[in-house]
């Protein structure tokens, strides 16, 4: 069994076998009843009493059934269901992840990714981080806030623009005209416990070696408010206080990120439900005040967010 709960293939066997036992039931009343009805001693048996064996003993195929199926563990029905491994869900997760960054033609390097995201709805929204949006472009010189699709060479760039902010939860949702990305699946993030394994994919280090989205994989070290300790020794400024009025629970790992996965998805290994949304700059700048220097520890800011980001959303479009 993994961290989450999930069965391993040995487990499977066991459903296999359960399986199989139902099948050799129902074969052993088969071959039982047909030898009963070709058997001497009821050679003489009419045929309303034909009727009433043959009830019955289809009844107790059935309770057979229902006995054995009661037996199969839970778990091992969901291990069904959850047969992708890691690396087929990465390969899912990377055609929803982007790049966020900005693209100006006459700049060199024109394009400069700084963030991640992945898409979400129907497939023309992204999620990101908000702190990851600059605040002003150079449209003067035809500066654009721009996505980064798909990899290396191949990379093409959209314009994207602001569709809906939450600077509370440090989130942001794009939306951008052109190629449809597969959505990536809201999980639910009030399940997620200590000690439990997931894996992030995002732009750690932006397109500095070219564009190649990697994966980590971090354990859920803690499950802590966003809320400054008491002794902090730093004073608070006016954008921290306000943030600190209703601290809410975040994730945090013991893998490390770097400010490029800001907005990298957090989610399950094998289903690809996002969990979480990494954050390297919102998070830390508030858990970590106290601190003269912030350590490498990564936060993740549960989905539950991202949910209600995009319910105002949708709703603020009927």
Not at 144 to 155: E, V
Not at 197 to 209: D, E, M, Q, S
Request: one cysteine or more; glycine letters at 8%; hydrophobic letters at 40%.
């Amino acid at each position: 069994m993994d961290a989450r709960g999930i069965l391993v293939p040995r487990e499977n066997q066991k459903f296999e076998c359960f399986i199989s036992q139902i099948t050799k039931a129902f074969q052993w009343h088969e071959s039982s009843f047909s030898g009963m009805l070709t058997c001497e001693s009821v050679a003489g048996i009419n045929t309303e009493n034909r009727h009433e064996l043959l009830m019955k003993h289809l009844l107790i195929s059935l309770a057979t059934v229902f006995v054995l199926l009661s037996l199969i563990p839970e778990d091992g029905i969901r291990a069904e269901e959850k047969t992708a491994g890691l690396p087929e869900t990465i390969a899912r997760i990377k055609e929803s992840v982007v790049g966020i960054g900005t693209y100006k033609k006459m700049r060199r390097p024109p394009a400069i990714v700084f963030a991640t995201g992945f898409a979400v709805l129907d497939g023309k929204h992204v999620i990101t981080n908000a702190h990851a949006i600059p605040e002003k472009l150079d449209t003067q010189h035809k500066e654009f806030l721009a996505l980064f699709i798909g990899q290396g060479q191949d990379a093409v760039v959209l314009e994207a623009t602001v569709a809906a902010i939450d600077e509370d939860h440090d989130l942001c949702l794009l939306s951008f005209a052109g190629k449809t990305l597969p959505p990536i699946i809201p999980g639910d993030d009030s399940k997620v416990k200590e000690g439990e394994i997931y894996a992030f994919t995002g732009y750690p280090i932006g397109a500095v070696l070219g564009l190649y989205a990697s994966t980590h994989r971090g354990m859920i070290s803690a499950i802590t408010p966003i809320a400054l300790p008491s002794n902090a020794i730093r004073p608070l400024d006016k954008k921290l206080a306000s943030r600190l009025q209703s601290p809410y629970p975040i994730f945090q790992l013991d893998a490390t990120a770097y400010p490029g996965n800001s907005g990298s998805p957090l989610y399950d290994m094998n289903t690809g439900e996002v969990i979480g949304t990494i954050n390297k700059v919102f998070v830390q700048g508030t858990k970590e005040n106290a601190i003269t220097d912030p350590s490498g520890i990564t936060y993740a800011i549960p989905v539950q967010h991202v949910k209600k980001l995009l319910e105002d959303y949708l709703k603020s479009r009927e």
